[in-house]
């Protein structure tokens, strides 16, 4: 599988207007909530081979995303390690709540810097019962996260054709009914993660999406958590995970568009951003490849603002949202946010943020950091800019909205693992499929 991997590579808070005009329905849930550093979508992932950061899923920006690693391990000790941590995950006899969060917050983090298809292959069957009899149980709000969290790394190292269905009913019961917003949040894109990545059928997972829909829809209220930035957030996040997968989002598109522009009101920063990347998403995935009996492009070569001609590669095939001049005047206040009331670096994140999106819906083949600067060697627009170093290898260009939702989506399962797995891990590579150039190349010519 390596030699394989080489090959290919050589080649807070949300309030809408519609929340704050009704009264607070803010459940027992948030009353009981306590404060951990999962809990916060703004709490740090500079740190994720720290075993204390095992449970947390937030991601603070694109560039921090980016930034992730962790450290290569030459050795092989990781693996009797983790031999030791699934023989006392599948044994509960005489295991405390403390001892459980520490072997499962080992195991979450062997799994996140490691493949290990082969190492845990055998176990699954057995691991799988305890992680959910953590998760039914939950003792406690880490224990219930890093067991969640387990469950998806396991998914995306050993993949499976069945394991969604067996395991469906246990995590929508608790994004729905736990006491821990934490815990609603993680389970969240656990489900996403096993829809992908477990076996769900089409069908199911256009059902998760409405689901998931609906708690943007209700401000979190319809998972029990009512006006919870982090539980909006992280429906945003999955539901455009998930919309990467199926083919045509048309049916869909009205809906979800009215659900995310809503959203771009919200008090919250994440929120606001999730919701916008979901809007992008949908006018680029409004738009496909021109095929033969689409006719040549017109004649009359369209130009954009600056003279440049537009791509017509490829056409339009439904109309988005109907109110686009309303969206795109939303859309250009964000990216030029100034309110004092917003931290600097919340401003700096919607303006680089949204100024990506608006230029999406104004050109909707232009992806995330798309550059208009002239190349001087070959006269043409820079175009998108957005990068992954895959250690000495080459860099991954990230020019569709598409591969950045699954990026993001890879980055909260696998941490500063993310280049280990893209190598070593087949799954993984063929949920970003993209071929990557050597620095030295780029500069040629």
Known sequence: MHDLRRQALESGKTVSKKAKSRSSRTSSAANSRTTSQAGSRHGSDDEEGDLSDSTNWSINSIDDMLALDVPEDASESWKQELADRMEEIVDRKRSSAQGRETTLAQYVHILMSHYAFEDIQHKVSELLPAFLKSIKAENSEKETCLALRAIALTLITTPSETIYDA?????????????????????IHTLSAAAIYGGAADTAIEEIMDDLLEIVESDGDSAGAADSGEVVAAACEAWGFLATSIDDLEDKTEMAMDAFVEQLESSDVSVQVAAGENIALLYEKSYTER???????????????????????????????????????????????????????????????????????????????????????????????????????????????????????????????????YEDNEVVFDSLPIMIAAPEARRKK
């Open 291 to 421: 095929e033969e009996e689409d006719g040549p492009a017109s004649g009359s070569d369209e130009e954009d603002e600056e003279g440049f001609a537009i791509d017509k590669s490829h056409i339009k095939r439904y109309e988005v949202y109907r109110q686009k001049h309303q969206l795109e005047q939303t859309l250009a206040q964000l990216a030029t946010e100034s309110s004092k009331r917003i931290t600097k670096k919340d401003r700096k994140t919607l303006h680089t943020n949204f100024a990506d999106i608006l230029n999406t819906i104004e050109y909707p083949t232009r992806g995330p950091r798309y550059q208009k600067a002239i190349d001087q060697e070959t006269g043409l627009r820079y175009g998108s800019r957005l990068t992954v170093r895959i250690h000495k290898t080459g860099i991954m260009k990230i020019d569709k909205w598409w591969k950045l939702h699954r990026l993001q989506a890879l980055r909260r399962i696998l941490g500063g693992g993310f280049v280990v797995h």
């Open 167 to 187: 395991i469906f009913q246990t995590l929508k019961r608790t994004y729905t009914d736990s006491e821990y917003r934490s815990v609603k949040a993680v389970a």
